[in-house]
């Protein structure tokens, strides 16, 4: 680890000159390069560099106390050193998690798409409650979103929706929310009181870049059709919709949520783009998957990955076994406390498989 760690101080340390260099700075894109590397290795470089700092502070500890000491000043120096030791310890994990192999997809941006499983209405409600939870914390992040695609019933709720969040490491915080989501209450309509269950599923995916998913035009089915449903006074007097077919995957996309026909293909294949994305993915890391134990990380849309019983106001990710009693600031976009456990749950996985 140790060899490891000076290799990348030593190239963090090349890459601060490179970024100084007037010819490099004057290749935006090889700059830009350059800056994306820099910065993902300073965390690494900066704890390293505290590492050493607590081993010369231990050597001279040690060094001290083979010298006689008076008894308080010894003391002192056994306190010290054992809090350095302590220290060294903490150190030695960050350092460990910080060398784990990085995921690719984790400085992306996320399509994510909700949709109502089994309970009906129920589901339909409880779909939109999740998509307002995920727009929350996206808000609470300060990450701008916006709907690609939506089919929102008469009735209230959500039965499919897509959304897009624009912010770098969106990815990082929400890979995990793949999966079937269960609810558990009493629905309003339920006169005798019994607690009802309904689910609905979460896909999140990385944003596809054009330069990693080049489509064949000649592959894609383009039909135009009137919207129907909520979408304003353009729904059902022009051919607004869009439906786009990859023939060669059978994958289908629709989009009416925008009055321009234009828009709304241009929305169809930034979704089409990251579904067959996600395929490409899939594929690649599909031995890797099999081997692991645990769902956390693979991206997997594991059944009942999570339970919010109102009744009594919690929340478990049964991944981890992780419970919480904060449904409604859960709901409110409150996520933080489960992501870190799914992510120090993941870390700990790669942990023992190094």
Known sequence: MLDKLEFIESKYEELGEKLSDPDIIADQDNWRKY??????????????????????????????????????FKDMVESELSELNERKEELEESLRILLLPKDPNDD?????????GAGGSEAALFAGELYRMYTRYAERNGWKYEIMSSNIPDMGGI?????????DGAYSRLKYESGVHRVQRIPATESGGRIHTSTATVAVLPEAEDVEIEINQNDIRVDVYRSSGNGGQSVNTTDSAVRLTHVPTGLVVTCQDEKSQLKNKEKAMKILKTRLYEIEQEKQNAEQAQNRKSQVGTGDRS???RTYNYPQGRITDHRIGLTLYKLEEFLDGALDEMIDGLTTTDQAEKLKMQ
């Open 108 to 116: 992306k941006g996320v399509m994510v798409e909700i949709r109502a």
């Open 303 to 305: 059944e009942r990955i």
């Open 159 to 167: 039965k499919e929706i897509i959304f897009l969040i624009d912010a």
């Open 35 to 72: 800056v994306k590397e820099h910065s993902h290795l300073e965390p690494i470089v900066n704890q390293y560099k505290e590492y050493k700092k607590v081993e010369k502070g231990i050597e001279e500890s040690k060094e001290m106390l083979r010298d006689k000491l008076d008894k308080d």
